[in-house]
C-alpha cells in the first residue's frame, strides 16, 4: 500500500456505558474508495463523526495526510490537539449526511459558496464561478436560485454533494446518502457519486445499505459488526463469498428483504 492517507490506529469511543468502537485499526490508501457495511448500531456513522471531528475519541490515534489528526506531536510524546490544529484538518475531509443539512434560508448557489467564502476567504466571484462548474457536474445549475424547500431529496443530496466539495477536500465521506429518499430519486444521487469516483482521484468512504452499488463502486469492503471490523476484503469476495459467519448473515437478510448485491 502506498502511505495511507487515513490511519485509524486502536480507537476506541464510548457514549457513557456503551462501547461504541473498540479497538479499530484499518488504513485507507489515497485515492481508494471504501464501503463501510453491516447492521444498524455497529459504529459506521460514528468513525465517520470522528473523521470530521464531529466527535471525540476515548483511546487511539487517528492520522490523516500524514497528520495526527486529535493530537500534536510534542517532545516526543503526543497531547491533544487544540481547535487551531482541528480546524487546519477538517479542512481536508468533506462529508454528506443521510439528512441533507442544507441551510433552508439560503439558496442552492449561496448553500455551496458559503463555507470558501467564510473559511477560506474565496472572493465571492471566484465562489460563485467555482460553485457553478459544481453545480453543473452534479445536474443543479439551473437551480441555482432556489432555496432547498423547492427541491426534492435527490435534489438537495445532489447539491449536498456540491456543497461538500466546494471545500476542495481530499477525503470525501458519504453517510447513507440515499438511504432518506424516494426509491426513484436514489439512482441520481448514486450516478453522481459514481461519476466522482471515476473522474476524480478523491479517497471515497461510503456507507451505505446499497449492496449492489456498493459492490460496483468499492475497492475494498470493511464488513462492521458490534463496533469492530469482522471481515474485509474485495467486494467481489465480501458479496460473493463472505468467510465470516456474521457477514454471510447480513447478507443474507438484505437478499431476503428483496435487495441484489
Ligand atoms: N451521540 C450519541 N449518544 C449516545 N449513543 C450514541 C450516540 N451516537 C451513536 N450512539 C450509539 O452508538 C452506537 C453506534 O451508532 P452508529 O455509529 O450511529 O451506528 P451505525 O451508523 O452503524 O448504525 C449505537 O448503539 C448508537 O445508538
Ligand atoms: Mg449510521
Redesign the pocket.
Known sequence: MLQPIIEIDGVSKS??A?E?LKDLSFNVAPGEKLALI??????????LRILMTL?TINGGTIKVDGEQLWHREHEGGLIPADERHLHKMRAKIGMVFQLFNLFPHKTVLENVTLAPILTKGAGREDAKRSAMTLLEMVGMAEKADAKPAQLSGGQKQRVAIARALALQPKIMLF?EVTSALDPELVEEVLNVMRRLAEETDMTMLL?THEMSFAHDFADRVLF?DG?RIVEEGPPDDIFTQPKEERTQAFLKKIIAAGQRI
Open positions: 457514549f457513557g456503551l461504541v453491516g447492521p444498524s448500531g455497529s459504529g459506521k456513522t460514528t468513525i466527535e453517510d456507507v462492521f463496533g
